[in-house]
């Protein structure tokens, strides 16, 4: 357990370091999507994702296929919780 909650703290730590060089990575005009489905169009140009809906619960898998992700907003979202598969071993 005390695993788990050191594990959440750096993803919010992380989260909250990404949200704060947004500016910085916007100014380098980073291929832009606010859509999934869009996304998954064409995953290898997606370098921004924002999927910042209340209705999501689960944490995407297909979000493994954009190879160029740099910036990923999950905030607003319902996810409560994320596989080990994600973690290794």
Do not use: C
């Amino acid at each position: 357990m005390k695993r788990y909650f050191k594990l959440l703290l750096k993803l919010s730590l992380s989260l909250y370091l990404l949200i704060g060089i947004q500016h910085q990575i916007q100014s380098q005009s980073l291929k832009h999507y606010r859509s999934l489905d869009e996304a998954l169009l064409e995953p290898e140009t997606v370098e921004w994702l924002e999927l910042n809906s209340e209705s999501m619960i689960n944490f995407p898998d297909e979000l493994f296929t954009f190879p160029n992700l740099k910036y990923l907003d999950l905030s607003n979202t319902r996810i409560e919780k994320i596989s080990r598969q994600y973690f290794g071993s």
